[in-house]
């Protein structure tokens, strides 16, 4: 298995850009979560979904943000519009039942300038 | 905000010693996990303690977990060169939903 895959790996853009950031679990996994790492907060969990559900989106930081789990190997974390505050690194993580250790994917840098 | 806490913030020693860091929580918890992320990479999962184990080894990882304190530590034995990365504890438990929070690491600097 190649593990989480992330993609882009870095991303730059602009101000009020839409910004969409994509993944894909490892097979059989029924868990899947999105989080922000900082320098700041250090790392957060925005939302995650177990079989293709959102279960808890009370990380969201606000409107902008938005998640989709269309099947069980892929997501998309958007942000329209993105702004500087933003900037971080987004990590995708996946898990079987949600209970076990999760796997991480490697990432996706995102700076808004 | 965030369930574990560790400590130190920040470690450095010599290849070859020891290296032990601490995780508080506040709490309840179904299990406890350690995870490693070397510079620019994901992180990676280590070992997984439930709240009923109090002791748990893997390689030169030992975990000990202390339900009444609240308390982890993650311990590597006969530290190298490459163990320098970032330590995270993440916790499981009732409290937060059952989502896995993270702790703000353990930067362990392991010199040649």
């Known amino acids: 298995d190649a593990g989480v895959i992330q993609s882009p790996r870095h991303e730059v853009t602009e101000m009020g850009q839409e910004v969409t950031l994509r993944c894909k679990p490892i097979?059989?996994?029924?868990?899947l979560f999105w989080y922000r790492q900082t320098m700041m907060r250090g790392l957060e969990l925005l939302i995650y979904?177990?079989?293709?559900?959102?279960?808890?989106d009370s990380g969201m930081p606000e409107d902008r943000f938005s998640a989709k789990m269309p099947n069980a190997s892929f997501s998309t974390l958007k942000i329209q519009p993105s702004e500087p505050r933003d900037s971080a690194v987004y990590f995708c993580?996946?898990?079987?039942?949600?209970?076990?250790?999760?796997?991480f994917g490697s990432g996706t840098r995102l700076t808004v300038v | 905000s965030q369930q574990g806490e560790e400590d130190p913030q920040a470690l450095s020693i010599q290849e070859g010693e020891n290296a032990t860091m601490n995780c508080s929580y506040k709490?309840?918890?179904?299990?406890l996990q350690w995870y490693r992320q070397n510079s620019g990479r994901g992180l990676v999962h280590l070992i997984l303690?439930?709240?009923?184990?109090r002791e748990k080894h893997s390689g030169r990882l030992r975990v000990t977990l202390d339900t009444s304190k609240k308390s982890s530590s993650l311990l590597i034995t006969a530290s190298r060169a490459a163990d320098t990365a970032s330590y995270f504890c993440?916790?499981?438990?009732?409290?937060?939903?059952?989502?896995?929070?993270f702790g703000g690491g353990t930067r362990v600097l392991v010199k040649p």
């Open positions: 993580a996946s898990s079987l039942s949600g209970r076990n250790g999760y796997t």
């Open positions: 097979s059989g996994h029924n868990s």
């Open positions: 993440a916790t499981d438990g009732r409290a937060a939903g059952n989502k896995l929070t």
């Open positions: 979904f177990n079989n293709n559900v959102p279960i808890d």
């Open positions: 709490t309840s918890i179904n299990n």
């Open positions: 303690i439930r709240s009923n184990e």
